[in-house]
């Protein structure tokens, strides 16, 4: 079993930046794909960014991508988002998720673990 635990949400005004972790337990980290997710009010769960197990891929999502960097840390166990140039679109609550596996993964319903949320909101 994996336990996701995101942290480093917040207010911040447009332009600004905001990093965001996510440490998990468990020893199987350095072998699963990695991902960042976003959910606005009345909106689906969207992909934002996505890593494979060894951190040499990423993929982005349109909206984010020249803004966003996923990287992450297989001695830490951690995963991370550094979020740029923040717009007011942006605003949501973001989960990381993981999943077991050597690619990355787009589809949410891909991941079975699933971090409890961090709120980011970027005022205009």
């Known amino acids: 079993q994996v336990q996701l635990v995101e942290s480093g949400g917040g207010l911040v005004q447009a332009g600004g930046s905001l990093r965001l972790s996510c440490t998990a337990s468990?020893?199987?980290?350095?072998?699963?794909?990695l991902g960042w997710f976003r959910q606005a009010p009345g909106k689906e769960r969207e992909f934002v960014a996505g890593?494979?197990?060894?951190?040499?891929?990423?993929l982005y999502a349109d909206s984010v991508k020249g803004r966003f960097t996923i990287s992450r840390d297989n001695v830490k166990n951690s995963v991370y988002l550094q979020m740029n140039s923040l717009k007011p679109e942006d605003t949501a609550i973001y989960y990381c998720?993981?999943?077991?596996?050597?690619?990355?993964?787009?589809?949410?319903?891909?991941?079975?673990?699933w971090g409890q949320g961090t709120q980011v909101t970027v005022s205009s």
């Open positions: 998720a993981a999943a077991t596996g050597v690619y990355i993964l787009r589809s949410r319903q891909n991941y079975p673990y």
């Open positions: 468990g020893s199987t980290f350095s072998r699963m794909s």
């Open positions: 890593i494979n197990w060894g951190g040499g891929s990423t």
